[in-house]
């Protein structure tokens, strides 16, 4: 059923296109929308004939299944419009707000069935269950199954965090009506009144944990976590593939929604090129990072000092001395500018981004080193924090 949904709604659809993107989006949260509504229209009625208040309660679940579904949909359709003045990166970040709202969902959710779990162990009751109740939870479970496949199928397709809690909110639903029929199963069959209620809050559990965890994923790219090391690598192998590049460091990614990446950098080049020639080269790199990958790169030309064989050799010496301090260490943009008395050694430290060591024991070790490699050495060090790990 995936396979044919796909094929009539997404055919020649680019989905790594951000109206793609949204194609994909808008068909999860159709699909969701009409199937959560289905089962609670079926949930209603086969609960209102049987008198089952399980079978009710676990309609309204579905409805509220359906909101966020409504949510996913919404927050797709938002992040696909076009960037204006008043936010000139675009409208991508939606898709994680609408994420972050389906998470809250699932957690609220959660909270409500350990409520209900837990008067049903104070206050135990035999459920009140035939062969049509069962039928309906069954016909429920298989359903929310396809559904969640289903949403996990497209998340893979589009990377959305969105549509993965959507999946995780249809395969939580699965475990909580899963709790119900077996916790009525199990107290017809044993006459304990009190199993449904520790059932079903052994699942609130599962679903409240599942549930941050979503949350938590959710929230990172809003809060500005560091970018993934695929994409690191990716783009330190493309920059240092070029010729003429012998470095780079000061990676920044901005993450303004799926998608939707802006990143910045240092090249280091000979000082010794042709500023001209350096300067097409940057621009070639940023023009084929935006066709390649879609990436927004703004480069910053740093000139190293090369036919310098002092400088060459200092540069060396102070990178092996803070590599044997601390292997993530790294130094950068180094420049000797000799006085009447001393020698002032310029150069930028840089931290990873949880750096825990001391930085005035750590400073002072490398000033000790470059002390004992010339006495008129002067170190001027600033500190930098990585933004990439």
Not at 27 to 35: F, H, Y
Not at 131 to 156: P, Q, T, Y
Not at 356 to 365: A, N, V
Request: with cysteine.
């Amino acid at each position: 059923m995936t396979s044919v949904l796909t094929k009539i709604f997404l055919k020649g659809v680019d989905i790594s296109s951000p109206e793609g993107r949204a194609r994909v989006g808008n068909l999860a949260g159709t699909v969701g929308i009409v199937c959560n509504i289905l089962l609670f229209i079926g949930k209603f009625i086969v609960g209102a004939l049987s008198g089952s208040m399980a079978i009710a309660a676990d309609a309204f679940n579905n409805l509220s299944d359906a909101g966020s579904s409504v949510m996913s949909l919404l927050g797709f359709w938002l992040g696909a419009q076009k960037a204006d003045a008043e936010h000139p990166f675009g409208h991508a970040r939606y898709e994680y707000l609408a994420g972050m709202a389906v998470c809250v969902m699932i957690m609220a959710i959660g909270l409500n069935l350990a409520k209900e779990g837990i008067i049903k162990i104070l206050h135990p009751t035999m459920p009140e269950f035939g062969r049509m109740s069962a039928a309906v939870l069954v016909c429920s479970i298989l359903i929310k199954l396809w559904l969640s496949a289903f949403n996990g199928s497209l998340s893979k397709m589009i990377d959305s965090d969105t549509l993965r809690a959507t999946a995780a909110d249809a395969r939580n639903d699965c475990l909580s009506t899963g709790a119900v029929l077996l916790g009525a199963f199990l107290c017809s069959a044993t006459d304990i009144m009190g199993i449904d209620g520790i059932m079903a809050t052994a699942v609130s559990g599962f679903i409240l944990y599942s549930g941050y965890g979503l949350l938590k994923d959710a929230l990172d790219p809003l809060l500005g976590r560091s970018p993934a090391p695929e994409l690191v690598r990716m783009i330190e192998e493309t920059v240092l593939g070029y010729p003429n590049v012998l470095g780079m460091h000061d990676l920044l990614v901005h993450d303004y929604g799926p998608g939707n990446q802006f990143a910045s950098l240092h090249i280091e080049f000979a000082a010794e090129m042709d500023a001209l020639k350096a300067h097409d080269l940057i621009d070639n790199i940023e023009r084929d990072f935006w066709k390649r990958h879609h990436l927004q790169v703004v480069i910053h030309y740093d000139p190293i000092v090369t036919a310098d064989s002092v400088t060459g050799e200092l540069r060396e010496y102070i990178t092996n001395q803070v590599k044997a301090y601390d292997e993530g260490l790294s130094i950068h943009d180094l420049r000797i500018v000799p006085g009447d008395t001393h020698i002032n050694v310029l150069f930028d430290l840089l931290l990873p981004a949880k750096y825990e060591g001391d930085q005035s024991e750590l400073l002072e070790y490398i000033t000790d080193k470059v002390k004992a490699k010339d006495e008129t050495y002067v170190c001027v060090i600033k500190v930098e924090q990585s933004y990439v790990h």
